[in-house]
Nanobody, 124 residues
């Protein structure tokens, strides 16, 4: 069965960096979309970034230029490098995937498998 486990969250000061990891098992993520999403208190789930089978990434405008997705196929792991963090980035971050093709979108409804989330707190 597909299992996604996020790690790397924590507390950081504004302007700092964190790297989140999403380790996948029971799944070859390179064949499908992988996405990072986040949810802050009182807000809906927001798409952060996606990476497709060709390694092409897309990002939400709010994180473009600050966040970078990458993957390590040997470890079956996807990463989210977060730089220049701001308090507005504070949220629970989730990785997600699916078992179907098509274009990768920043829409939570497109994804069927989710990790448990890792908390990111950015202080002023």
């Amino acid at each position: 069965q597909v299992q996604l486990v996020e790690s790397g969250g924590g507390s950081v000061q504004a302007g700092g960096s964190l790297r989140l990891s999403c380790a996948a098992s029971g799944y070859t993520f390179s064949r499908y979309c992988m996405g990072w999403f986040r949810q802050a208190p009182g807000k809906g789930r927001e798409g952060v970034g996606t990476i497709d089978s060709d390694g092409v990434t897309t990002y939400a405008q709010s994180v473009k230029g600050r966040f970078t997705m990458s993957q390590d196929t040997a470890k079956n792991t996807v990463y989210l490098q977060m730089d220049s963090l701001t308090p507005e980035d504070t949220a629970m971050y989730y990785c997600a995937t699916r078992r179907r093709g098509g274009l990768c979108r920043l829409s939570a409804a497109d994804y069927t498998y989710w990790g448990q989330g890792t908390q990111v707190n950015v202080s002023s």
